[in-house]
Nanobody
Framework: QPQLVESGGGLVQPGGSLRLSCETSKDTLDTYAIGWFRQVPGKSAREGVSCISAADGSTYYAHSMKGRFTISRNNAKNTVYLEMTSLQIKDTGIYYC??????????????????WGQGTQVTVSS
């Protein structure tokens, strides 16, 4: 079971930026697609945010995040990052790092997720 440790959440004003980190092992980065979901207030289901493929490094974003969020990986630090800019109040939520069952980003469906991190809170408020 891959171990995922998130950090970097916090309170930011609208229009601000945050960078989330997900630290894991080399084996996990080499084997599984890895990315982010979030759970926003008032909704029980988590929604997909972004994913980076272990097969070829391709990156994917949910529609509302395109152009504002950037996912990347640092193989030397065994860490995946989510750089979030132009944050909006609706981006408030708990952000979870997650691995898919294989090296491909096969859609933002929870049943395709093999492992979850503990989550980190992001609050966008003035």
């Amino acid at each position: 079971q891959p171990q995922l440790v998130e950090s970097g959440g916090g309170l930011v004003q609208p229009g601000g930026s945050l960078r989330l980190s997900c630290e894991t092992s080399k084996d996990t980065l080499d084997t599984y697609a890895i990315g982010w979901f979030r759970q926003v207030p008032g909704k029980s289901a988590r929604e997909g945010v972004s994913c980076i493929s272990a097969a070829d490094g391709s990156t994917y974003y949910a529609h509302s995040m395109k152009g504002r969020f950037t996912i990347s990986r640092n193989n030397a630090k065994n860490t995946v990052y989510l750089e979030m800019t132009s944050l909006q109040i609706k981006d408030t939520g708990i952000y979870y790092c997650a691995t898919w069952f294989d090296e491909y980003c096969s859609g933002y469906v929870e049943k395709r997720i093999g492992s979850w991190g503990q989550g980190t809170q992001v609050t966008v408020s003035s």
